[in-house]
């Protein structure tokens, strides 16, 4: 991972849009940024942490209260007086290999205020410029996180004002163990575990085996429970039933006698009472066609023979208006017509004739005597005038007599009906007899309602069955599948505990590496040559010890600050160098603590033979002209920045451009 460049804009004392080329150039790896005290040099590193992980620079995990506060103490106060909703933000831009491609990624922050002092965030990420969605840009994040993990952060943006709190840390054990399970690409082999743990886990297993076949007998036992219930009241339904079917028999008993002194059922009743109702119907029904026959029809058959003749008459007359609409046609269109008819089969020979058969088609047409016109009538009301005409030549002359004569048989039959069942109501044996079958009716009626309702709860118990059924179908599936499993799981285990193993054994190795490579980092910066022997990390614990040539162990703080810091440098180099990543460091205020003879091996033995990308924030007084001199061949460029007084903002300035 390279960082290439970083864009502030209103951030900190940076007001305004400022960039920071820092791509190194070949063997250039070094980036020096020089300004005084409060130019904005630990803004510039808070920048990139910011930038680069968000919340989890402050140990967060989402936008909290502090997190807004504490962001929002970045807005630069002139830019926010001027426009207090403005935006305020960091762009970090870097480069990583994805397989055998660069890929240039550009992360970029931005926030501003609402009027309601709420902070909101926009969180945009591009890949060789192409806007990531939200799956791939959390992606890119937690790549970020793997290549430095939060917890070496202050390693590889490394403040030298807070030396002293990195190493008397008491987590700093802890923070050494998870940099160098995740440098040494152990992380994976720790996740495999926790997954294989978590996936199959035997005390889990076993538990649910357990607590399976536990449910297995309880669902054993309900279902036992609810059949014998159901059963009960099936064997209630069956009582009711013979005890239904004996009432039964005795209604039909009581209906035998009653029928024998003639009298009628209800349902008997009912169907004389229908009929009745029927007759009537039909009766009233014959009656309206009487009528509607008599309004239509009598008028036209006591004036048959006026309307025979005047139908006549209306035929004639229609004969004759077709006559003078031939002759019309003929006398004003005939010889045009003709000679047309010659022209096109060539008869022109034949022109005296036609003339000789034209006129006597005209003669023809000419009646000698014309009547007179009497009716003016259309078509259709002709029509209607034959068709009535017809009904009534065609009628049956005794169709009345014959609905006469079914209206008689419908009163004959109302009368009948009436008196079987005025007889039937008459009788008081009769009644009392019918009481006794009214009663055996209800209880008819209340053994079937009992029956249903007992069917009806027999239903639901019949459902609860099959659902209890399935149910232990499916934990006997479950357990049968479980037993199945418990090769697998057992496999698992083993598993677990040879990648337990094998993370063990490969961090014992590489923390052995580790070890020797502080050591020989930390001897090769420390002016005292002898005064260190070896840097020991205890593979278990982690807990770092330096021994003397006497194997003396030497507590840190016994060392200088100075040294302090060199170790820690050390212990960075170590972790680079051991995982053979390529990855970023940014050192602030790298010198401030240092000697003379300290700064010089800083110098010569760490910034001017460091093979990967170094970003150093130095204040003006921590590199002279002469050391910015010799470390010419491994410096890429050198920014100047400025705070001034006079605007209350920060200028930048690159060496050289």
């Given at each position: 991972?390279?960082?290439?460049?970083?864009?502030?804009?209103?951030?900190?004392?940076?007001?305004?849009?400022?960039?920071?080329?820092?791509?190194?150039?070949?063997?250039?790896?070094?980036?020096?940024?020089?300004?005084?005290?409060?130019?904005?040099?630990?803004?510039?590193?808070?920048?990139?942490?910011?930038?680069?992980?968000?919340?989890?620079?402050?140990?967060?995990?989402?936008?909290?209260?502090?997190?807004?506060?504490?962001?929002?103490?970045?807005?630069?106060?002139?830019?926010?007086?001027?426009?207090?909703?403005?935006?305020?933000?960091?762009?970090?831009?870097?480069?990583?290999?994805?397989?055998?491609?660069?890929?240039?990624?550009?992360?970029?922050?931005?926030?501003?205020?609402?009027?309601?002092?709420?902070?909101?965030?926009?969180?945009?990420?591009?890949?060789?410029?192409?806007?990531?969605?939200?799956?791939?840009?959390?992606?890119?994040?937690?790549?970020?996180?793997?290549?430095?993990?939060?917890?070496?952060?202050?390693?590889?943006?490394?403040?030298?004002?807070?030396?002293?709190?990195?190493?008397?840390?008491?987590?700093?054990?802890?923070?050494?163990?998870?940099?160098?399970?995740?440098?040494?690409?152990?992380?994976?082999?720790?996740?495999?575990?926790?997954?294989?743990?978590?996936?199959?886990?035997?005390?889990?297993?076993?538990?649910?085996?357990?607590?399976?076949?536990?449910?297995?007998?309880?669902?054993?036992?309900?279902?036992?429970?609810?059949?014998?219930?159901?059963d009960d009241l099936l064997g209630q339904v069956t009582i009711l039933e013979q005890e239904t079917e004996i009432i039964k028999q005795l209604k039909e008993n009581l209906i035998d006698e009653f029928r024998v002194h003639g009298g009628l059922s209800a349902e008997e009743?009912?169907?004389?009472?229908?009929?009745?109702?029927?007759?009537?119907?039909?009766?009233?029904?014959?009656?309206?066609?009487?009528?509607?026959?008599?309004?239509?029809?009598?008028?036209?058959?006591?004036?048959?023979?006026?309307?025979?003749?005047?139908?006549?008459?209306?035929?004639?007359?229609?004969?004759?208006?077709?006559?003078?609409?031939?002759?019309?046609?003929?006398?004003?269109?005939?010889?045009?017509?003709?000679?047309?008819?010659?022209?096109?089969?060539?008869?022109?020979?034949?022109?005296?004739?036609?003339?000789?058969?034209?006129?006597?088609?005209?003669?023809?047409?000419?009646?000698?005597?014309?009547?007179?016109?009497?009716?003016?009538?259309?078509?259709?009301?002709?029509?209607?005038?034959?068709?009535?005409?017809?009904?009534?030549?065609?009628?049956?002359?005794?169709?009345?007599?014959?609905?006469?004569?079914?209206?008689?048989?419908?009163?004959?039959?109302?009368?009948?009906?009436?008196?079987?069942?005025?007889?039937?109501?008459?009788?008081?044996?009769?009644?009392?007899?019918?009481?006794?079958?009214?009663?055996?009716?209800?209880?008819?009626?209340?053994?079937?309602?009992?029956?249903?309702?007992?069917?009806?709860?027999?239903?639901?118990?019949?459902?609860?069955?099959?659902?209890?059924?399935?149910?232990?179908?499916?934990?006997?599936?479950?357990?049968?599948?479980?037993?199945?499993?418990?090769?697998?799981?057992?496999?698992?285990?083993?598993?677990?505990?040879?990648?337990?193993?094998?993370?063990?054994?490969?961090?014992?190795?590489?923390?052995?590496?580790?070890?020797?490579?502080?050591?020989?980092?930390?001897?090769?910066?420390?002016?005292?040559?002898?005064?260190?022997?070896?840097?020991?990390?205890?593979?278990?614990?982690?807990?770092?010890?330096?021994?003397?040539?006497?194997?003396?162990?030497?507590?840190?703080?016994?060392?200088?600050?100075?040294?302090?810091?060199?170790?820690?440098?050390?212990?960075?180099?170590?972790?680079?160098?051991?995982?053979?990543?390529?990855?970023?460091?940014?050192?602030?205020?790298?010198?401030?603590?240092?000697?003379?003879?300290?700064?010089?091996?800083?110098?010569?033995?760490?910034?001017?033979?460091?093979?990967?990308?170094?970003?150093?924030?130095?204040?003006?007084?921590?590199?002279?002209?002469?050391?910015?001199?010799?470390?010419?061949?491994?410096?890429?460029?050198?920014?100047d920045i400025y705070f001034l007084d006079e605007t209350g903002k920060t200028e930048v300035k690159q060496r050289g451009a």
């Amino acid at each position: 991972m390279i960082i290439k460049k970083i864009v502030l804009n209103n951030f900190g004392p940076y007001k305004g849009t400022h960039e920071f080329e820092l791509d190194p150039e070949k063997e250039r790896t070094v980036s020096i940024i020089m300004g005084h005290n409060g130019a904005g040099k630990t803004t510039l590193l808070e920048a990139i942490q910011l930038g680069l992980y968000g919340s989890f620079v402050w140990g967060l995990k989402n936008m909290n209260v502090k997190y807004q506060e504490m962001v929002k103490q970045k807005f630069n106060r002139i830019a926010r007086s001027e426009a207090p909703e403005g935006e305020f933000g960091i762009s970090v831009y870097f480069q990583w290999k994805t397989g055998r491609t660069l890929d240039l990624i550009q992360l970029e922050r931005r926030w501003w205020i609402s009027i309601n002092g709420k902070l909101n965030e926009d969180q945009l990420i591009t890949r060789n410029k192409v806007l990531l969605d939200k799956a791939e840009a959390f992606e890119v994040e937690e790549r970020i996180r793997s290549i430095i993990p939060p917890s070496l952060m202050e390693f590889f943006l490394f403040d030298g004002e807070r030396i002293d709190s990195i190493l008397r840390n008491n987590d700093f054990s802890t923070v050494l163990r998870e940099g160098a399970i995740n440098m040494f690409g152990l992380d994976i082999v720790s996740r495999l575990q926790v997954d294989l743990q978590n996936s199959f886990n035997k005390d889990a297993y076993q538990k649910n085996i357990f607590s399976d076949e536990h449910l297995q007998i309880e669902t054993r036992h309900e279902l036992e429970q609810v059949k014998m219930k159901y059963d009960d009241l099936l064997g209630q339904v069956t009582i009711l039933e013979q005890e239904t079917e004996i009432i039964k028999q005795l209604k039909e008993n009581l209906i035998d006698e009653f029928r024998v002194h003639g009298g009628l059922s209800a349902e008997e009743q009912r169907n004389l009472e229908a009929k009745i109702k029927e007759n009537e119907m039909r009766r009233s029904k014959m009656n309206e066609t009487i009528k509607e026959k008599i309004a239509e029809h009598l008028p036209f058959q006591i004036a048959s023979s006026v309307l025979g003749k005047t139908v006549a008459r209306l035929e004639k007359e229609k004969y004759a208006r077709t006559m003078n609409a031939a002759y019309d046609i003929i006398a004003t269109k005939g010889r045009d017509l003709l000679e047309e008819w010659s022209r096109k089969y060539n008869n022109l020979n034949a022109k005296d004739s036609t003339e000789s058969f034209l006129s006597y088609m005209i003669d023809s047409l000419t009646e000698k005597d014309q009547d007179e016109f009497w009716h003016d009538v259309s078509e259709t009301e002709l029509r209607k005038l034959l068709t009535k005409r017809d009904e009534i030549l065609n009628s049956d002359p005794d169709i009345y007599r014959k609905y006469f004569k079914t209206i008689s048989q419908h009163t004959s039959q109302i009368q009948s009906y009436r008196k079987k069942l005025e007889k039937s109501i008459a009788e008081s044996a009769l009644r009392d007899k019918w009481n006794e079958i009214e009663k055996t009716n209800e209880l008819i009626a209340e053994k079937s309602f009992l029956c249903r309702k007992l069917l009806e709860e027999a239903s639901v118990h019949a459902d609860k069955i099959a659902e209890l059924e399935l149910q232990l179908e499916k934990i006997s599936a479950k357990l049968n599948e479980s037993q199945r499993d418990e090769s697998v799981v057992n496999l698992a285990e083993k598993i677990r505990i040879l990648m337990k193993d094998f993370e063990s054994q490969s961090l014992r190795l590489q923390v052995q590496k580790l070890s020797e490579e502080i050591t020989r980092r930390f001897t090769n910066l420390i002016q005292k040559k002898e005064y260190v022997h070896k840097v020991d990390i205890n593979p278990t614990n982690f807990e770092l010890k330096l021994f003397g040539s006497q194997g003396i162990e030497i507590p840190p703080q016994y060392m200088s600050a100075g040294e302090r810091q060199l170790l820690l440098l050390a212990i960075i180099q170590a972790f680079i160098t051991t995982s053979g990543r390529q990855m970023p460091l940014v050192l602030d205020t790298l010198m401030g603590r240092l000697d003379l003879n300290h700064r010089n091996a800083i110098i010569s033995r760490f910034l001017a033979q460091t093979p990967f990308q170094t970003i150093v924030l130095a204040t003006d007084s921590e590199f002279s002209k002469e050391d910015i001199q010799q470390l010419k061949p491994v410096v890429s460029k050198v920014y100047d920045i400025y705070f001034l007084d006079e605007t209350g903002k920060t200028e930048v300035k690159q060496r050289g451009a």
